[in-house]
Nanobody, 120 residues
Framework: QVQLVESGGGLVQPGGSLRLSCAASGSIFSINFMGWYRQAPGKQRELVTTITSSGNTNYADSVKGRFTISRDSAKNTVNLQMNSLKPEDTAVYYC??????????????WGQGTQVTVSS
């Protein structure tokens, strides 16, 4: 009923920038929470950043000062601006959202992921 589609991943050199987007579609009454996670090869999935419906944000220590999350509530979209990228940022990035359906049920959804590779 709800789909999350990420875009914007790719290959970038160290110090470069990328902008990821995640668009939610389907039977959506409201979105309470959206965020980004990432998973590198051989590592567990980790939280990168989150944003609430009120606009409050949180960032992992490893990305503070370099990444910025934002949302467009009217379009049910969340963006991740990534600057000063490091090889350690290489991972598959996943969009996450907690969605309230028209039946007033809350459920967590995940996107399929988009690959970010930082390499010279």
């Amino acid at each position: 009923q709800v789909q999350l589609v990420e875009s914007g991943g790719g290959l970038v050199q160290p110090g470069g920038s990328l902008r990821l987007s995640c668009a939610a579609s389907g039977s959506i009454f409201s979105i309470n929470f959206m965020g980004w996670y990432r998973q590198a090869p051989g590592k567990q999935r980790e939280l990168v950043t989150t944003i609430t419906s009120s606009g409050n944000t949180n960032y992992a220590d490893s990305v503070k000062g370099r990444f910025t999350i934002s949302r467009d509530s009217a379009k049910n979209t969340v963006n991740l601006q990534m600057n000063s990228l490091k090889p350690e940022d290489t991972a598959v990035y996943y969009c996450n959202a907690v969605v309230q359906s028209f039946g007033l049920v809350y459920k967590t959804y995940w996107g399929q992921g988009t690959q970010v590779t930082v390499s010279s």
